[in-house]
């Protein structure tokens, strides 16, 4: 591949992408499962911004056009239907993927610089993503809640106490308010069943992918910053995430010029580890069970096998692949700041996800993301199907001694 496409970003300014923008062969293998990968037409699809508004300018074909409108100076950016185009890319990376594997071209990374460009030139952002960007410079979470009650939730946790620990698990913001059944799971996995003790940071910020999911690439890197020396100042050798947001943030820190010290996990990579390594079970369960791979877990990270490896553990369950699966998976539509800011296409995207579901006759959805799990939660209830994320299974059917 050409060096000047590869990440991380060579290329610092939209400007520098230019003649990248001309060369979408307009292929469209962006859009589309690869057919040999899939028999499946209703499921064989990759975009959710194309499938849902159906023009051009919704795929990172069009996206491509218009980021050259843009560089050209020929676009008006406070038209509403550019705002409209261009935080409806849910940050999937499925373009990404087959680009980079065809044409090698760096559509996701292009969105970005477009989104990078349109804050740095004042455009005014989505209502949504003010109160996005306010919750987080005001309190350092991107739910617009206090900061001093990140751990409320481990007063819920059995045994819990703060301690000094070689591994750091760094809880999220979405795991730390909303999603808390997913901390309080993980950390009683960790610490009372699998004996790992664990610390947390005195005072862990939001990682930044909000931030820089809407262009404001400045500001998320201060907060890498903080959540860096934070680490750093607890001597940790590892970091555990259950949100592979945050995970895909702390992997790729080289890409901001920070350096990272520690050995970033996501969970589901401990738990298989330890798996093979004999040194838990998991109990029997009937039903049919499904896996739906984060976006930020799966393609960003290429963490496939470990959670299917837990759940293939399991004695008695049926394990079922939807059509579209590991790199061709669909995204649940959290991404992108789209859930704020868009939440009606957002829960089309994931009732779309569900059809797939249905289609596999599974009755279990597991996951590995506590957005994907909040984003899927609505559709998976309105159709009697359960949804849980791969910490919270493996805590229930682990085998205590
Ligand atoms: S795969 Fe790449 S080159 Fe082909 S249409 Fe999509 S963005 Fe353009
Ligand atoms: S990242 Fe996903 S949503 Fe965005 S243009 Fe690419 S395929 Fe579409």
């Not at 970005?112 to 306010?134: D, I, N, S």
């Not at 799990?373 to 949804?387: D, H, P």
């Amino acid at each position: 591949m050409p060096e000047q496409y590869c990440y991380p970003f060579k290329r610092k300014s939209l400007g520098d992408y230019y003649e990248m923008t001309w060369r979408c062969a307009k292929c469209g293998y962006c859009r589309n499962v690869f057919p040999s990968d899939t028999e499946h037409e209703r499921f064989g699809r990759q975009c959710p911004p194309g499938e849902r508004f159906k023009y051009e300018a919704y795929f990172a074909s069009g996206r491509s056009e218009t980021a050259r409108r843009v560089i050209e100076g020929k676009q008006d950016l406070s038209s509403e239907r550019f705002r409209h185009i261009l935080y409806t890319c849910t940050t999937c990376g499925a373009c990404e993927e087959w680009c980079q594997a065809t044409q090698w071209r760096d559509p996701l990374k292009l969105e970005y610089a477009m989104r990078r460009h349109f804050v740095r030139e004042g455009g005014e952002l989505l209502p949504q993503h003010q109160k996005t960007v306010r919750s987080i410079k005001k309190n350092r979470n991107r739910l617009n809640r206090n900061n001093r009650d990140r751990l409320g939730w481990l007063q819920y946790a059995p045994g819990a106490q703060q301690q000094q620990a070689d591994t750091v698990y760094f809880v999220g913001c979405r795991s730390s308010f909303n999603r808390t059944e997913i901390a309080r799971n993980a950390y009683e996995l960790l610490t009372r069943k699998l004996g790992i003790p664990v610390a947390f940071l005195a005072d862990e910020h939001c990682c930044g992918r909000p931030l820089l999911d809407i262009g404001e690439e400045d500001s998320a890197r201060e907060l890498m910053l903080h959540n860096l020396q934070q680490i750093q100042a607890t001597g940790a050798r590892r970091v555990v995430f259950t949100c592979p947001e945050c995970f895909s943030i702390f992997s790729n820190l080289a890409a901001f010029g920070l350096t990272a010290e520690f050995e970033p996990l996501h969970i589901s990579q401990l738990l298989a580890e330890h798996l093979h390594r004999g040194q838990y079970t998991l109990q029997a369960q009937t039903g049919t069970v499904t896996f739906h791979d984060p976006c930020y877990l799966g393609r960003r990270q290429g963490v496939f096998d470990q959670p299917r490896s837990i759940l293939a553990s399991i004695p008695g369950i049926k394990l079922v692949e939807m059509p579209r699966n590991r790199k061709n998976a669909w995204c649940c539509g959290a991404g992108g700041g789209v859930q704020e800011a868009f939440p009606d296409y957002s829960q089309w995207i994931a009732r779309e996800r569900l059809a797939e579901v249905l289609h596999v006759h599974a009755d279990l959805i597991v996951t590995a993301c506590p957005g994907c799990k909040e984003n899927l939660w609505g559709a998976a209830a309105a159709n009697q199907v359960r949804i849980l994320d791969i910490a919270e299974l493996a805590n229930m059917l682990i085998c205590e001694e």
